[in-house]
C-alpha cells in the first residue's frame, strides 16, 4: 500500500465519520418545537446523517480494496455524494431564514466545509492513483 494513497484513506474515513456523528451532535440542527414537531431543517440533517452513512461505507471500501482502479471509481463517487451533502441544507431542503438560527450558523457552514474538503481529498485520490498507474 502506497504511504500517500493511505494518507487518503485514513482522511477520507475519517472526515466521513466526522461529517456523520457531527450532523447529530455539534452541528445538529435546531431543536425541535415546544409541540414536538420538526422544523426542515431537522430533515436537512436527518439526510446529512443518512449520506454520511454512505460516504463512511465508501470510504471503508477504499481502504480495503487494493486495487488501483476501483479505488480511482470509488473516489469518483465520493465527489457527488459529498457535492450533494453538502447540497442539502438550503437548496434542496430549505432551512430557516433567520441567520441566528443553528442550521444557518453552525449546521450548513460546517456541513458544506467537511463535504467539500472531502471532494478535494477524492480528487487529489483520484489524481494519486492516475500517477501510480503511469508508473
Do not use: Y
Not at 104 to 123: K, L, Y
Amino acid at each position: 500500500m502506497n504511504k500517500r494513497t493511505f494518507v487518503t484513506d485514513i482522511i477520507l474515513l475519517g472526515l466521513s465519520v466526522l461529517l456523520t456523528i457531527g450532523s447529530f451532535t455539534f452541528m445538529a440542527p435546531c431543536a425541535p418545537h415546544e409541540d414536538g414537531s420538526f422544523m426542515a431543517c431537522h430533515w436537512a440533517g436527518r439526510a446529512i446523517t443518512g449520506l454520511g452513512f454512505v460516504l463512511i461505507a465508501m470510504s471503508i471500501i477504499h481502504i480495503i480494496t487494493g486495487n488501483n482502479s476501483v479505488k480511482t471509481g470509488i473516489s469518483a463517487g465520493l465527489i457527488p455524494v459529498s457535492v450533494l451533502c453538502a447540497l442539502i441544507p438550503g437548496v434542496f431542503i430549505n432551512i430557516c431564514k433567520m441567520n441566528n438560527m443553528r442550521c444557518v450558523s453552525v449546521m450548513r457552514p460546517a456541513d458544506m466545509i467537511i463535504s467539500f474538503i472531502i471532494t478535494g481529498v477524492a480528487v487529489a485520490d483520484i489524481l494519486i492513483q492516475q500517477s501510480k498507474k503511469r508508473s
